[in-house]
């Protein structure tokens, strides 16, 4: 991106006297920033295609406009080759610690399940297929190319994965926002909101409700309540295909960042995220053989 992006967001055709243009912390794989326009305030999402991920913006922008259909998401204003434009939402971003709180985790669950229950209906485009083993090996093959540092760990991390993959077996396909961050959800003090559809795509369940216990370190009576309120049934029969998938949640982040070490460009210190997803494979992984 050569353009200074406070004077990209500045010369948008979509806004007339922009102010205050302020950029906003979170975005690791795109900038970020907020303005106001008109008495009103905006996000300005600044963000090229990454091939290397799989993020391709016709992709983002179509499930972004389906979710605010749904009502999940912030509405889209405007949208130009590497540009995306929102309505900004007062809210605040979640944490970890927010996900974890009793008071908190029945809600996400169910704006999760609006997602996979919902977002399909407002489609107007194709969109991708988020499959997280494809992924992990088409990583894997780029690490290697690209002479990574981590290529010495890389054969037993794909074998890894196809163990995982046939643990997971047959699967039920949803439209999948595939990036349960914390600070992807928001709250406004009366519902919650979910943001950055960069990953999105069709994907088991399993993956969004896997992703939401890893990044957030939920305990196994947490999952168990979880996947029993998400199912609406006991969770036993789902347990052994969604443990397998917690770890290639966790497998997933961990080559994203191996891969970001070397092409992203942004101010992020991915070095250390690849260190702290991998210990939290490394127990996911343990988990998944002794149980």
Known sequence: MTQNPIARAAA??????PQDIQPLSGGITNVNLSLRDGGRRYVVRLGEDIPEHGIMRWNELALSRAAEAAGISPAVVHSEPGVLVLD???ARAL???DVRDPAN?????????RVHRHIAEHLTTPVLTFWPFQVIRSYATRLRADGSAHAGAL??????AAALEVATGPVTLV????DLLAANILDDGARLWLIDWEYGGFNTPLFDLAGLASNNGLSEAQERAMLERYFQADPDPHWRAFQAMKCASLMRETLWSMVS???SDL?????????????????????FKNA
């Open 12 to 17: 948008l055709s979509c806004f007339s006297d």
């Open 88 to 90: 900004y939402i007062e």
């Open 95 to 97: 944490e970890e610690a």
């Open 105 to 113: 985790l029945p809600r996400i669950v169910d704006l999760v399940a």
């Open 155 to 160: 054969p037993e991390l794909v074998t890894q």
């Open 175 to 178: 439209v999948g926002h595939n």
């Open 261 to 263: 070490e070397i092409h």
């Open 267 to 287: 101010d992020f210190d991915y070095a250390a995220y690849t260190a702290e997803n991998m210990a939290r494979l490394s127990a996911a992984l343990s988990d």
